[in-house]
């Protein structure tokens, strides 16, 4: 089961996929993108499709990791913020591989049978966001625990969020990683969706310990002495916040 989008994003991304790709080439960093689904749910049977996704879904996602046609996948539960419920999303190296990941799943899904009507009567809206990796942990483990801030900036700047982030954030990020206050962390640029422009994402083995850490890391980002937090802030300075529980992911 998956739920499908609409024709018109479908072309509209098959569009994309040759630029994404002719940049991808000219990119020092490994390229990664991330299609995710944000669910809108009724709570009160919002276990019940965790169960569907378990059961029939995740062996499907699993093996396409290991045919090599994704490179990760994963589904997680609203724990505190907006009205997204669920999160499923998955990850390859270009858009046009995102692309063809989703033909493929569309069909191992209809292979397989499932529960459709049981998920679409309870999660039966959605949004769906490609995000592009720009730096972050990618490929390693992450916690149990996941914060997501989903920004939205000034488009004419955001580039230069871009290089606040690597430059100026990301070796603080890493060094929290070394110190074992993070699993992982991650900024993720918008390819295609709604308003948000920039993701960043952090995780960690609990929910107390992770936002503890983010109020540490946010006295040392947005210090009044750092010239690029403050920067920064007026580029991207409105966000929404999101706390997951990753509930299932490969690898």
């Not at 045919?67 to 990850?91: C, E, F, N, P």
């Not at 004419?156 to 993070?182: H, Q, T, W």
């Amino acid at each position: 089961m998956r739920i499908k989008t609409t024709a018109i994003v479908f072309l509209g991304l098959a569009a994309l996929a040759g630029t994404a790709q002719a940049q991808a080439q000219d990119a020092e960093k490994p390229s990664l993108f991330t299609y995710a689904t944000y669910f809108y749910c009724d709570v009160t049977g919002q276990d019940s499709v965790d169960e569907i996704v378990k059961k029939e879904n995740a062996p499907v996602y699993d093996q396409m990791v290991k045919d090599g046609l994704i490179s990760a996948w994963g589904w997680l539960a609203h724990h505190t913020g907006g009205k997204w419920r669920r999160v499923q999303y998955y990850q390859a190296p270009s858009v046009a591989a995102l692309l063809d990941a989703q033909e493929e799943m569309d069909k191992r899904f209809a292979a397989a049978g499932g529960d459709d009507m049981a998920f679409g009567k309870i999660c039966n809206a959605h949004e769906d966001y490609i995000w592009e990796m720009e730096s972050g942990t990618a490929g390693k483990d992450r916690g149990a625990a996941g914060f997501s801030v989903y920004y939205i900036c000034d488009e004419s700047k955001e580039e230069r969020a871009d290089e606040i982030f690597a430059k100026d954030f990301a070796p603080i990020l890493d060094k929290y990683v070394a110190a074992g206050k993070l699993n992982s962390w991650g900024w993720q640029s918008h390819w295609v969706g709604g308003q948000y422009r920039r993701l960043q994402t952090m995780s960690g083995p609990d929910h107390k310990s992770l936002l503890a850490t983010r109020a540490e890391l946010i006295e040392t980002m947005y210090a009044e002495e750092n010239k690029a937090g403050l920067e920064f802030n007026d580029i991207c300075g409105s966000h929404s916040d999101y706390m997951w529980d990753i509930q299932l992911e490969t690898p």
